[in-house]
């Protein structure tokens, strides 16, 4: 499988982006796909992933809702009241599905995107 994620912008403090993650390749449906994210000398860290069920940092939940469109290949993740720490450019990752354990751990994805950049100002 391959990721091509894209929908980063400039947004206002307490606005909304919606990124999409668009996976070419057989099987879409039995990947597990995560979302990271990594500001300027910060390391990758995770934002949400989704396999039968959704998981997400602490420090997006109730803001940012993570979905699947099996039909279209994509996940999409929505992301509302965005705050300048936010700002980063988002990843999208993809392993095989064979459990949900360790989803925040970027080395278990062995699929990347190229990233998409999302700066929100204050």
């Known amino acids: 499988v391959q990721l091509q994620a894209s929908g980063g912008g400039l947004v206002q403090s307490g606005g909304s982006l919606r990124l999409s993650c668009t996976a070419s390749?057989?099987?879409?449906?039995?990947?597990?796909i995560g979302w990271f994210r990594q500001a300027p000398g910060t390391d990758r860290e995770f934002v949400a992933a989704?396999?039968?069920?959704?998981h997400y940092a602490d420090s997006v939940k109730d803001r940012f809702t993570i979905s699947r469109d099996i039909a279209k290949s994509t996940v999409y993740l929505q992301m509302n009241s965005l705050k300048p720490e936010d700002t980063a450019r988002y990843f999208c990752?993809?392993?095989?599905?064979?459990?949900?354990?360790?989803?925040?751990?970027?080395?278990?994805?062995?699929?990347w995107g190229q990233g998409t950049l999302v700066t929100v100002s204050s």
């Open positions: 390749g057989r099987n879409f449906g039995t990947y597990v």
């Open positions: 990752a993809a392993r095989p599905f064979l459990g949900s354990d360790n989803l925040e751990v970027r080395s278990t994805y062995n699929v």
């Open positions: 989704i396999t039968w069920t959704v």
